[in-house]
Structures are given as C-alpha cells and as structure tokens.
C-alpha cells in the first residue's frame, strides 16, 4: 500500500527566503511521485515529477524536489520564494500496478509574508 | 494547454436528492479521476477511469456512482445525497501512467 506522509502542515517564510517542504512516502513497486500546487480557490497544477533518472528534478516557477530511496522523500525546495508562492503544495505518489491512480499527501500550506 | 472542465462549478440540494457532478477533458486523455477534498483529508479518490465505459473503485466509493460515457465526459452521481457528502469535488485527466494530472477548477457541493 502506498501513504504520503507530509509532516508540515503549515509553513511560514519570508519573501526572498529558501524553503523546503517535506514529503515521505511509502510503496510497494516503481517509483512515481509527483508535486501540486494548488492556490486559493483554484484546482491543483501539476509542478513537477520523478520517476527515473536523475533524482533532482526542476519544476517551474524555480520549484525543484530531490527524490531519496533511502530516507523515502521526495522534498520541494525553492531557492528565494516570492509571496505568489503563497499556497497549498500536495506530494502524491503513484499507486501500485498501472492504474494511474494518484495517492495524496494532506497538503502543506506555504505562506510568504512580505 | 489541457483543459478540464466541470459542471456545475457550485450546487446546493437537500438530503436525499439526486446530483449529477458533470467533467469534460477535450486532451485525448485515457484517465479521468474523481476526487474530493476535504479539510483535514487532502484528497481522496472516489471513483477513476481508464477510458468510455470503464470504471474503477476508488478509495471512499460509497454513496457515489460513477458513469464514463465518452473518451471525454465522466459524470459522478450522487443518488441519495447526504450531509456528509458536503465538499469540494475536482474531476481530473491524464494520458497515461506516467504524466501529469490536470485537474479541472472543482464543484462545491453542499447538502443541506
């Protein structure tokens, strides 16, 4: 069975600031996981994914998330954030088999404050 | 881009009415989900398909059926409405295993 475990449900930061958000996981075969932002009232946008190769991934928008099989993570990082970075930021990884199915983490709300 | 589009965007019934929750994806894409979302438990899968007439059992399923009628159009219904049922529904697709999700903006259903 596949779980997503985001520790941080909240996190503050100042604008300019480095932030990482957290993301462990378990699973059961190959590897998929993925990051979502989703601002306020909006629907969830995909930022980046790993499923091979090259564990640092780039996203968009500076994002970039660094995958580890032997501490089971797959942290976002971002270098210098900017207060429309404001939102909430879903780890998911890919269920077992070919079944495209998404398993989310709870979600880690990010606020950049001026 | 992919566009995903759902129908209507908010909904209010009583208990016991009949909802239908209405997804259009007009990328081609195999998979189409259905999730909600509610605070305190992220989102949670209620039903998935792989393409016009299949359908998948999610991980919160009961009280929600689920019809693919078309490549594009996946509908969720809810038959007997509950309180319980109040949340935020997002429709999403993709093409395959490996890419990405798009998600369409969400219908905010309340059951009153």
């Known amino acids: 069975t596949q779980t997503v475990s985001q520790s941080d449900a909240h996190v503050t930061v100042f604008e300019g600031d480095s932030v990482e958000l957290r993301c462990n996981y378990s699973y059961g075969g190959s590897i998929y996981l993925s990051w979502y932002i989703q601002h306020h009232g909006h629907g969830l946008q995909f930022l980046l994914k790993?499923?091979?190769?090259?564990?640092v991934v780039q996203g968009v928008n500076g994002f970039e998330a660094e995958f580890s099989k032997s501490d089971s993570s797959f942290h976002l990082r971002k270098a210098s954030v900017h207060w429309s970075d404001s939102a909430v930021y879903f780890c998911?990884?890919?269920?077992?088999?070919?079944?495209?199915?998404?398993?989310f983490g709870l979600g880690t709300t990010l606020q950049v404050q001026p | 881009e992919a566009a995903v589009t759902q129908s209507p965007r908010n909904k209010v019934t009583v208990t016991g009415g009949n909802v239908t929750l209405s997804c259009r994806q007009t990328?081609?894409?195999?998979?189409m989900y259905w999730y909600r979302q509610d605070t305190g438990h992220g989102l949670r899968l209620i039903h998935y398909s792989y393409g016009a007439g299949n359908l998948q059992i999610g991980d919160v399923p009961d009280g929600y059926k689920a019809t693919r009628t078309t490549q594009e159009d996946f509908f969720l219904l809810l038959e007997l409405a509950s309180p319980s049922q109040t949340s935020l529904y997002f429709c999403a697709s993709k093409t395959d295993a490996n890419t990405e999700v798009f998600f369409g903006k969400g219908t905010r259903l309340t059951v009153v």
């Open positions: 790993y499923y091979s190769g090259n564990p």
């Open positions: 998911a990884v890919r269920g077992t088999g070919n079944t495209g199915k998404l398993i």
């Open positions: 990328n081609s894409h195999n998979y």
